[in-house]
């Protein structure tokens, strides 16, 4: 007689050999091509009703598959975006019980990193990029909302990360970022402070440095600046933690 252990993993092994069979024909297919009725499935992947249909639920969360039902219906492959990504994984960091200051220390490491490789790049696209966003920074008040700067945060981080071509670090640094909002209590943001007023002056000022290096393809300058500003990123982020209504 099989221990509840073995029996277990007995029961597991075919739904994971299915979903991994299953996996590999909607990546070998077409974004949005049809890949079989229920019935098919169950001949093509060798496996029960049931089993098909918790590979599918399975496929389904992952962003891989979606069942449509009714007459047209069937399973068809989708490809998951990097927005899913960063939501399911930084879901379940948090179950983790990760501290998300940590978190927010590694993508500081990753942004000095993407600094680095745009500000080597040296192109006339490059160039144009980095003067484009130093228009807009420098078009900004020493009273714009905390909103206002991360908008533009957010948006120069994207040209950037374009510049340097480095999808992988873009999809990490974007995981951990997407956790640490997860782990900060929200609030309204005060911007009327004299501490916000100098957030907004520091951030100029290091967003600036790391454009200029950018467009002088200053790569010491840029890991300088990129190191600034994450610095100043973290700071904020903690003193809107502390003061949080039951913060301490």
């Not at 229920?38 to 962003?63: K, N, P, W």
């Not at 290096?213 to 990129?226: K, R």
Request: some cysteine; glycine content about 6%.
């Amino acid at each position: 007689m099989l221990s509840g252990g073995m029996a277990k993993t007995s029961a597991i092994r075919p739904i994971e050999s299915a979903a991994s069979q299953l996996r590999q024909i909607v990546l070998d297919a077409a974004d949005g091509a049809f890949i079989g009725s229920e019935d098919s499935l169950i001949a093509t992947l060798g496996v029960s009703r049931s089993t098909v249909r918790q590979v599918a639920r399975l496929l389904e969360r992952e962003g891989f598959l979606v069942v449509r039902r009714g007459i047209n219906g069937g399973y068809f492959a989708t490809r998951p975006d990097a927005k899913m990504i960063e939501r399911t994984v930084s879901a379940y960091l948090e179950t983790l019980a990760m501290d998300a200051e940590d978190v927010t220390v590694v993508a500081s490491v990753l942004w000095v990193q993407v600094l680095r490789k745009a500000a080597a790049v040296r192109t006339e696209e490059s160039r144009a990029m980095a003067e484009k966003f130093t228009k807009r920074v420098q078009a900004i008040k020493p009273h714009a909302t905390f909103e206002e700067i991360r908008t533009l945060e957010v948006e120069s981080r994207a040209a950037i990360f374009a510049v340097a071509d480095c999808r992988y670090i873009e999809l990490i640094f974007n995981i951990n970022t997407a956790f640490s909002i997860r782990g900060f209590p929200p609030r309204p943001d005060t911007n009327d402070t004299p501490e916000h007023h100098e957030f907004v002056r520091a951030w100029r000022n290091a967003k600036l440095m790391e454009l200029t290096a950018i467009h002088t393809g200053d790569v010491e300058l840029g890991a300088m600046a990129a190191h600034h500003i994450r610095e100043i990123w973290h700071k904020r982020v903690w003193n809107r933690v502390r003061i949080a209504p039951g913060a301490t």
